[in-house]
């Protein structure tokens, strides 16, 4: 049989009768595999966003979508969503200078504070703003916990504590498991701070580094080397701070030391609910510098295969096609950060479950197949179309990413990224089921990596998400168990992660991702053949925005 009809069996059994148990293995590992091999050639140069490989990256993806018969879904009728970005470079002698106690010192940049603008101005001058320590700047009614208290930020310079309140409680401290303990909320990341301290009306705001609550250490922070990017925004200076970064610890503690604070003391005042900010006294922060901004056009790919009977409801399967371009030569001289598990692996996945559904029967609902440029820029592509979404959001059933599916082999389980989050975790866990499998939930959940994927964008607007991502926790191989599974990660994260290395090789053991793949294939087919609407599960964050549309929904 071929693995078309195959495909075509599988798809009608399962889109007609959703409560057959799923046959195994609808998803190739060698079809996995073609696509990658393309997406990670060189002649691609690793698919930066706007960069020389982007139209081959495009031609390709679209060229796959209409072999398949899909419908386009991107603007005015074609296959792609423009995105519009600008570019930022701040100078590496950025003049930065830093107040306190009537002394005056720069901030070196790289080494003292990683600063970025992402207003597009041609220069930043900020003279002596002042600094207001706010703990870890959370707003959180549903939690009955708010770190401002009311205080004007106005033309000032917030501090922020990075994580959450809970991340450093002890047992019996009033907040322990407010926040789900060391799993990390949307409070955590330092994206929410910025957005909040834009709301509060400050114009910068400061992050102090810490390793371990940031899971990353200041070698991560600065790798941008001064660059960001944002999408064009209608009014960027009330959507963007004028400064916006992380400093280091160490000239935190001495900048408190000199404000007649103790860090630490701070610290711990800041994980409790009767928290208020604190003016450092006589501290400010001074800027001058000029700002290079390029704008760039880079695209969403999009299709669909619209419902029969419920064409305005829609199931979402996606990854993010960008890669991080060309960069330093590696030890074997290779520049191009191909970009191989990080994520042409969840693009093949996105393609190959559109070749199986669109062998089968039409839907009921829409199912929507979309490719997003610019994750590694800070999720831009997602976040345009949670802006500009080709189907209502309100009625988006579900979203359904792949990122860094693992290379390693079949495995006993399936790592389940940002566990307790909502309904569609007990489809997954039937899903998994079906396989003999079970399902694990993310070893380090204090690490945020239920924020720092595509699937996010349309998660904070209400829309239910699972996240399928290998690098979530060593998964249970069945050739070496969980400390094999370790190992890989381990030596993905710390070789190739972002660099040239991540290539395809014949080495690679696609079954154990094609058997991920395959549990989107059962859940979201079972949705797109249901009423169903999953929802977020009672203490989410996102619970309270999906109940605002809920009138939209049948």
């Known amino acids: 049989m071929t693995f078309k009809s195959l495909a075509a069996l599988a798809a009608a059994a399962l889109l007609a009768a959703p409560a057959l148990a799923q046959t195994p293995g609808v998803v190739s590992p060698d079809q996995l595999a073609v696509h990658v091999k393309a997406l990670a050639a060189p002649a691609l140069a690793g698919r930066a966003p706007g960069g020389p490989g982007e139209p081959a990256t495009i031609d390709y993806l679209v060229g796959q979508f209409k072999a398949l018969g899909l419908e386009p879904a991107g603007d005015n009728g074609g296959w792609t969503q423009e995105v519009a970005l600008n570019r930022f470079v701040v100078p590496g002698d950025a003049a930065i200078s830093l107040t306190v106690g009537g002394e005056t010192r720069p901030l070196v940049q790289t080494r003292e504070v990683m600063a970025a603008t992402q207003r597009p101005v041609d220069r930043v001058t900020i003279d002596k703003a002042p600094l207001v320590f706010v703990g870890y700047g959370v707003s959180a009614p549903e939690r009955g916990w708010d770190d401002f208290k009311g205080i004007d930020l106005k033309g000032k310079i917030a501090v922020f504590l990075i994580n959450d309140p809970d991340f450093e409680a002890q047992p019996g401290d009033a907040v322990a498991g407010k926040f789900g303990g060391q799993a990390a909320t949307y409070y955590a990341r330092w994206s929410y701070k910025y957005e909040e301290a834009v709301r509060r009306g ?27 990017f944002d999408v064009v925004r209608d009014d960027p200076a009330a959507a963007r701070l004028l400064l916006q970064g992380w400093l280091q610890r160490d000239v935190a503690v001495e900048l408190f030391r000199k404000a007649g604070l103790d860090f630490e003391a701070e610290k711990a005042r800041a994980r409790t609910a009767g928290f208020r900010p604190v003016p450092l006294a006589g501290a400010s922060v001074s800027a001058d510098y000029p700002l290079k901004v390029d704008r760039l056009v880079s695209r969403n790919v999009l299709a669909k295969i619209p419902g029969a009977t419920h064409p305005d409801e829609s199931i979402m399967f996606s990854a993010h096609w960008d890669a991080f371009g060309i960069g330093p030569a590696d030890a074997s001289g290779d520049t191009v950060r191909h970009g191989a598990a990080d994520d042409a692996i969840g693009v093949a996945g996105v393609i190959e479950l559109a070749r199986i559904f669109a062998a089968g029967p039409r839907p009921q609902r829409t199912l929507v197949f979309a490719l997003w440029t610019a994750e590694e820029r800070g999720l831009l592509g997602s976040e345009y179309y949670a802006d500009h979404p080709a189907l209502p959001l309100a009625t988006t059933v579900a979203n359904f ?113 094609a058997a991920d793949v395959d549990l989107l294939l059962f859940v979201g087919g079972e949705l797109a053949n249901s009423r169903l609407w999953p929802d977020w599960n009672d203490g989410s964050e996102f619970k309270a925005i999906r109940a605002q549309t809920a009138g939209e929904r049948k």
């Open 202 to 228: 400050a114009i910068g705001a400061l992050i102090v580094h810490e390793t371990a609550g940031a899971a990353y250490p200041w070698t991560t922070v600065v790798a941008s080397n001064g660059e960001s």
């Open 401 to 513: 990413t792949m990122d860094v599916l693992q290379t390693a082999g079949p495995s006993r389980d399936v790592v389940l990224v940002g566990a307790g989050q909502n309904s569609l975790e007990q489809d997954l866990v039937r899903a998994a089921a079906r396989q003999g499998r079970v399902v694990t939930p993310d070893a380090h959940p204090e690490r945020a990596l239920f924020f720092r994927a595509d699937h996010f964008s349309v998660a904070k607007r209400g829309v239910p998400v699972l996240l399928l991502m290998g690098i979530g926790g060593g998964p249970d191989l069945v050739e070496g168990g969980r400390e094999a599974g370790d190992r890989w990660v381990t030596d993905y994260t710390t070789r190739c992660y972002h660099q040239p290395c991540d290539n395809w090789s014949p080495a690679w053991d696609l079954r154990g991702a």
